[in-house]
């Protein structure tokens, strides 16, 4: 269970994304296309919002408002996953069916650190930026100002919402070496992060139940959602670091397990 | 002619053959595929069951629901068309060159990958549905042969449309590198007016009538209430009416952007 973190560690993450950026930065016309694209999602996730709270006034015991933080939340994770884990850990699948992995365990790095982080798609951090405003413009509707102890608490839930993001594609993508035919693995998380879209609350009991110990997205957005607007107390924040403590350290367990079972391909 | 019609049959065959076996290597990719299909309604069916709680929304109890996000999914499963996706692939990578070659339009092999595709994830949701049924009255269905007919009827037609619209849409990918955005951009819209989200019936009343001049209610809702039963009358009349109108509408626009790209294409790859 050790996780060494080099000093050298850093440099080369760093010497990895200083080339990300510079490639990046020769397309600038896809940061346009980026934000296009996460505006015309935020309207779309507005829009059907609206048609729900036509018919009701809460969701899941939630307002309309306090709804759209937690769509502020869920669009920020997904900054996150766009921009870090789906380009980096998100071609595991391809590259435990091709060999590619070879060239990667050769290096004398953390292979699951390294696959993780390799690649920074700068562009979509952008909506991470959005998401925490229209987070921010939603606690503003609300009419409530967070203190210092919810702030804290909000800043814990949400890091530790990107954590139990991260293991979760860890342990779904470390399927791909029991499951090597299997080349479309991501689409496995769309399909459980779905879910997180709206709070657990709304759900029926046994799929609360699910979202919050088994498959546990209700971490990843309700959670800091709810310290945010004060549903839930600031001692929330220390629960989820807790969280996602074990959920990392069961990502790392799988992810362990999976690649004794890789034998290279390219051979 | 008959000579012609077996000369078809016999090349569909082999070509839906073929898109079955290479279908076939990628089993667990395509329950995938299936799975990914099926949360976005089910998640719909979770929230519209709690906004129903106990009673109904403009006239849907639970069960309505139920049936209808059922019936969405089996629908969408059928006539869902990934091919502006695979033309964009083939025309920016120079696939499409060694297809044109081919003595058989590229549409064909399109058509025949979208039956082998269908025929199986349809047949698996059906299964699926089957057994759910068995404990769960709720998304039973009357067995009426004849309005099973007219939805096998819809379900054709509306397959056709989506084909021809992604099809369509991929042929920009001659003009265009953003091909795939359009077609985002085209299925979020359809997240509403295609009555994936909700029943047409619970939008605005200006959005359900602006739906409706438009192709997308013909797309899914129109096969999916006639398949629940919440279309009746007049309304199946003008259902296949407005199926057959735009199902000619996209057709032309298919013939439009086929040959103009073509000509472009050739230019550019001289």
Redesign the interface.
């Known amino acids: 269970m050790t996780f060494r973190i080099p000093h050298s560690a850093f440099r080369i993450l760093l010497a990895l994304w200083r080339l990300n950026l510079a490639e990046e930065l020769q397309y600038r016309a896809n940061f346009v ?1 980026s934000v296009l ?1 996460t505006l ?2 935020i309207v ?1 996730a507005l ?2 919002l609206a ?2 709270f ?3 006034t809460r ?2 015991g939630w307002d309309y408002w306090e709804v759209v933080v937690l769509l502020g939340v869920f669009n920020a994770l997904t900054g996150v996953i766009e921009a870090v884990l789906r380009p980096g850990i998100g071609r595991l699948a391809g590259e435990v069916r091709s060999g590619g992995l070879d060239l990667v365990l050769a290096k004398p790095v953390d292979p699951q650190a390294f696959v993780s982080f390799r690649r920074l798609n700068i562009w979509r951090l952008t909506d991470v930026v959005l998401g925490l405003a229209l987070a921010g413009y939603a606690l503003h509707r609300l009419g409530r100002v967070p203190s210092f102890a919810q702030l804290a608490a909000f800043g814990l839930a949400l890091a530790a919402a990107a954590v139990v993001v991260y293991a979760l594609w860890v342990v779904l993508m470390s399927l791909a070496f029991w ?1 090597v ?5 991501s ?2 998380f ?3 992060y ?2 997180a ?2 709070p657990v609350s ?3 009991e046994a ?1 609360r139940f699910l979202f919050v110990y088994l498959i546990p997205i209700a971490w990843t957005t309700t959670i800091p959602a709810s310290a945010l607007t004060g549903r839930l107390g600031p001692e929330i924040g220390l629960v989820a670091a807790l969280v996602a403590g074990v959920a990392f350290a069961l990502a790392r367990l799988v992810w362990r397990a999976a690649l004794k079972r890789y034998t290279g391909a390219s051979g | 002619m008959s000579h012609r019609v077996a000369e078809w049959g016999r090349r569909y065959a082999a070509l839906i053959r073929n898109a079955w076996l290479v279908d076939l ?2 089993r ?2 395509i329950v ?2 299936l ?2 299909g099926v ?2 309604p089910a ?1 719909a069916l ?6 129903a709680g106990d009673g109904q ?2 006239g849907y109890a639970r069960a309505d629901f139920a049936r209808y996000f059922f019936a969405l999914m089996l629908v969408n499963q059928l006539t869902i068309a990934w091919d502006s996706w695979y033309l964009d692939g083939w025309i920016r990578e120079g696939e499409l060159n060694f297809r044109l070659a081919r003595p058989l339009h590229p549409a064909h092999e399109a058509v025949a990958e979208n039956i082998a595709y269908k025929a199986r994830t349809a047949g698996m949701i059906l299964v699926v549905w089957l057994v759910v049924s068995l404990v769960w009255p709720a998304v039973r269905l009357p067995l009426a042969p004849g309005r099973w007919a007219l939805t096998a009827a819809a379900v054709l037609l509306a397959a056709a449309m989506r084909f021809f619209i992604s099809f369509t849409t991929g042929l920009l990918a001659f003009w265009t590198t ?1 091909a795939t ?1 359009i077609m ?2 085209h299925a ?1 819209v359809s ?2 007016l295609s009555g994936r ?2 029943p047409l019936a ?3 009343p200006a959005v359900a009538s602006a739906a409706a001049l438009s192709w997308f209610p013909y797309m899914l809702a129109f096969p999916v209430e006639l398949l629940t039963g919440a279309a009746q009358g007049t309304a199946i009349v003008s259902g296949f009416v407005g199926q057959l109108v735009w199902l000619g509408v996209w057709i032309a626009a298919y013939h439009v952007t086929w040959t103009r790209g073509l000509r472009r294409y050739g230019a550019v790859g001289g």
């Open positions: 296309a694209g015309f999602w779309t829009l059907t048609v729900f036509s018919h009701t969701l899941g499951f035919s299997v080349e479309n693995l689409v496995l769309d399909a459980v779905e879910g879209r709206y709304a759900y029926p799929l | 290597q990628y667990a990719s995938l595929w799975l990914w949360t976005e998640v979770g929230i519209w069951w709690a906004i929304v403009a953003r955005a985002e951009l979020g997240l509403f989200l909700a619970l939008l605005p």
